[in-house]
């Protein structure tokens, strides 16, 4: 799975996460090295970097920050799915690395 030059808005989040569905995350890709800016809803400014497996499953860092101006990182683990328009959509277990340390879950899928 290909995720160069593919767009992703959030569906679903926890609510401790901070994307929203005005987050658009543009993913680029050369050969297994993930990177995406985002940005969008509470969110000023985001990146992150990640390695793609040969299933599309990504295992990602991500930082970013918010509207209050704090500067927020976390770990990610997503697992695609094709949905039946041929679209992905990412099912997604993440962490917070600084902050409260919480973990949540999140769907994303490709606009």
Do not use: A
Not at 42 to 47: A, L, P, S
Not at 74 to 85: A, D, F, H, Q, R
């Amino acid at each position: 799975m290909n995720y160069n030059n593919k767009k992703f808005r959030p569906i679903q989040n926890s609510e401790n996460g901070e994307t929203t569905v005005e987050t658009v995350f543009e993913y680029k890709q050369s050969g297994t090295i993930l990177t995406s800016e985002y940005i969008g809803g509470q969110i000023v400014k985001g990146h992150l970097i990640g390695l793609v497996d040969n299933m599309g499953n990504i295992e990602m860092r991500y930082h970013q920050v918010n509207q209050k101006g704090e500067l927020m990182t976390g770990i990610c683990y997503s697992k695609p799915e094709l949905t039946e328009n041929g679209k992905i959509r990412l099912y997604e277990n993440w962490k917070w690395t600084s902050g409260d340390l919480s973990s949540g879950t999140s769907i994303l899928e490709e606009i």
